[in-house]
């Protein structure tokens, strides 16, 4: 490269890639061929449209990317294209889910998704998020006594608010959730089921977390977290009579975004081919046997596990305990000391603020990608025990 000022960041953060513990839950390490896509000279084309539905020339070989892309998701989630439709298209997490509000809901109708304090995302209707200055939330959060989701109480919410959608899937939610629940409610209260599997897609493509689905009218996910693509979104709509597919479509483009990065497109295509092989099966499997391993020994040495575990690639661990530990903030910046990557993190019914919370979040997706088994995260629970001690 030419350009050697960017030449050196990259150097840099190669090797600060290399040299970390990376315990972000929504991080991972894509493979070469995930890289040589993205920087392709796909990245030259302009291809606004749709596969053979295009504004600009030249697009027979974009055209080729995208359906693969696009068949590759539906065979990967065990889907078929006479059910399933999917785009490809929305830049990243946001714009995708974005997208199903612009094409599925009128403005100001009401969205009932997770508070982003008890693990939902800004997109699920938070006051900062264009999602919640032009839709109205209802909020819904997680028992106080279990910390996990309370299905009795959202069929309440559901029922006295009506909500237009309800939104499930999380960012900070380490358990099962009942799909087929989920959907009970939501046809109780008349409201579509989006599902934002986003952190989970990976473990759901590797079968070692249940399918959202047979239940839901839409399925949007992130392509870079669990799922190891680069970063990027797909969004699965359910085809029938009421012709979703067509809106969510109009609502990427020309709605939300011009043209499409084919690069990303082709990089998603590799990493969903990747995502098939048996060896990603068994990577899915280590990735949750590593996540409880961590809870496993943290608790054991004294730390509270929000929710007392996980049942997935990340855990929320009290770090303040109540005032007899530290704050998220300090934590995350104690391990970046020693060279483990975390981030800080709300715990739900959190009484401290958000720059300085009482959690932090981590996950073993990233370092089960470069070989982590069992025995390393226990090393790794000890590293942080040392610590995070007061
Ligand atoms: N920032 C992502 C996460 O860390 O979960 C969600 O957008």
């Known amino acids: 490269m030419k350009d050697t000022q960017i030449a050196k960041f990259i150097k840099d953060e190669k090797a600060r890639q290399k040299k970390v513990v990376n315990l972000i839950a929504s991080e991972n390490y894509v493979s070469k061929d995930v890289l040589e896509a993205l920087g392709s000279e796909f990245t030259n084309k302009y291809a606004e449209g749709y596969p053979c539905k295009r504004y600009y020339g030249g697009n027979s070989i974009v055209d080729k990317v ?15 294209s006479d059910k399933w439709h999917v785009n490809t298209q929305a830049l990243s997490g946001s714009p995708a889910n974005l997208a199903v509000y612009v094409s599925l809901l009128s403005p100001g109708d009401k969205v009932m ?6 693990g939902g995302h800004l997109t699920h209707g938070h006051k900062v998020s264009a999602t919640g200055k032009f839709w109205t939330q209802v909020p819904y959060g997680l028992s106080p006594k279990t910390e996990m989701l309370d299905y009795k109480s959202l069929s309440e919410i559901a029922l006295r608010e009506k909500p237009k959608m309800i939104i499930a899937g999380f960012t900070a939610y380490p358990r099962t959730v009942d799909w087929k629940k989920f959907r009970a409610i939501a046809d109780s209260a008349g409201a579509y089921l989006m599902v934002d599997m986003s952190h989970i897609a990976g473990l759901i493509a590797g079968e070692e ?44 483009f020309p709605g939300l975004q011009g043209g499409p990065h084919i690069n990303q497109t082709a990089a ?31 608790s054991k040495l004294g730390w509270r596990i929000i929710s007392g575990g996980t049942d997935s690639h990340l855990m929320l661990v009290d770090v303040w305990m109540g005032g007899k530990g530290i704050g998220g903030g300090e934590a995350s910046d104690r391990l970046e ?9 709300a715990i739900p019914f959190d009484t401290r603020p958000p720059m300085d919370p009482s959690g932090i979040r981590l996950g073993s997706a990233a370092e089960t990608t470069r070989g982590k088994k069992e025995k390393d995260f226990i090393k790794i629970a000890r590293q942080i025990d040392k610590v995070l001690r007061k």
């Not at 009218?217 to 797909?234: C, E, M, N, Q, S």
């Not at 000391?337 to 993190?345: L, R, S, T, Y």
């Open 113 to 118: 998704g997770m508070s982003l304090a008890h």
């Open 66 to 80: 995208e359906n693969l892309a696009i068949a590759r998701a539906l065979k990967l989630f065990k889907l078929t």
């Open 337 to 345: 000391k020693i060279g483990i990557i975390v981030n800080k993190n």
């Open 209 to 252: 977390y249940p399918s959202p689905f047979p239940y839901a009218d839409i399925v949007t996910t992130t392509t870079h977290k669990t799922l190891r693509g680069p970063r990027g979104a797909l969004i699965f709509v359910k085809k029938d009579e009421r012709e979703l597919d067509k809106k969510i479509d109009k609502a990427v």
């Open 268 to 298: 998603i295509a590799v990493a969903l081919k990747e995502a098939q092989a048996g060896s990603f099966k068994k990577y899915a499997k280590q990735v949750k046997k590593n996540a409880t391993a961590l809870a496993g020994e943290l």
